[in-house]
């Protein structure tokens, strides 16, 4: 009785987990001031793997072809004026434009609450927090023509959920059909 007493405020035995998508920056706030000092028509490959942006060793780069970023960056109703020079610049190019796509994160997840509780499935709270960036770069023979980013700077939830029957809440799910009336 003594030891499940102990157990059931010992949250060090609970799981916990990171996900990480290799990355040169510690933040969020870190790859945006990077991308941010590319400056396009001036900035090269060199320059952006000096950014930490290294296309040849980054695990987490796509190379976007020709027509799958034009429809991800352009809107078919948009006037070709009113969108970025670079991007008009690297339509007009066509082929010899090409698209980076780098991703890089940092999420984790840790159970919180009663050992006992969260073992048998009757309280279980997961806290998810971290970061996700993505950014994107035109290139035109090796000089950047443009770069934007987007992602998640700040990611903070909470899953708090209550499994009254606790270990046996789920088995009517693994029940066959038909067994079942």
């Known amino acids: 009785m003594l030891v499940c007493a102990a157990l059931a405020g010992c949250g060090a035995l609970l799981p916990r987990s990171e996900s990480q998508d290799i990355s040169p920056f510690e933040s969020y706030e870190a790859a945006r001031k990077a991308l941010e000092a590319v400056t396009p028509y001036e900035a090269t490959l060199a ?7 290294d296309v040849s ?3 987490n ?17 948009s006037p070709l004026d009113g969108i970025d020079r670079g991007i008009r610049d ?6 010899a434009c090409h698209a980076l796509l780098f991703r890089f994160g940092r999420v984790e ?17 997961t806290r998810t927090y971290g970061w996700r960036f993505e950014g994107v770069v035109l290139l035109r023979h090796g000089v950047v023509l443009f770069r934007n980013h987007g992602g998640q700077p700040n990611i903070e939830m909470v899953e708090d959920r209550w499994n009254p029957l606790g270990p046996l809440q789920g088995m009517g799910e693994s029940v066959p059909q038909g067994l079942m009336p």
């Not at 780069?61 to 109703?77: A, E, F, I, R, T």
């Not at 690297?90 to 082929?95: F, K, L, P, R, Y």
């Not at 997840?109 to 709270?125: M, P, S």
């Open 57 to 59: 060793r980054s695990a």
């Open 61 to 77: 780069v796509q190379q976007v072809p020709y027509p799958q970023w034009v429809g991800l960056l352009v809107h078919p109703s």
């Open 47 to 53: 320059d952006l793997k000096a950014k930490g942006f």
């Open 109 to 125: 997840r840790e159970r919180r609450g009663g050992f006992v509780a969260d073992f048998l499935n009757f309280h279980r709270v």
């Open 90 to 95: 690297c339509i007009a190019a066509e082929q």
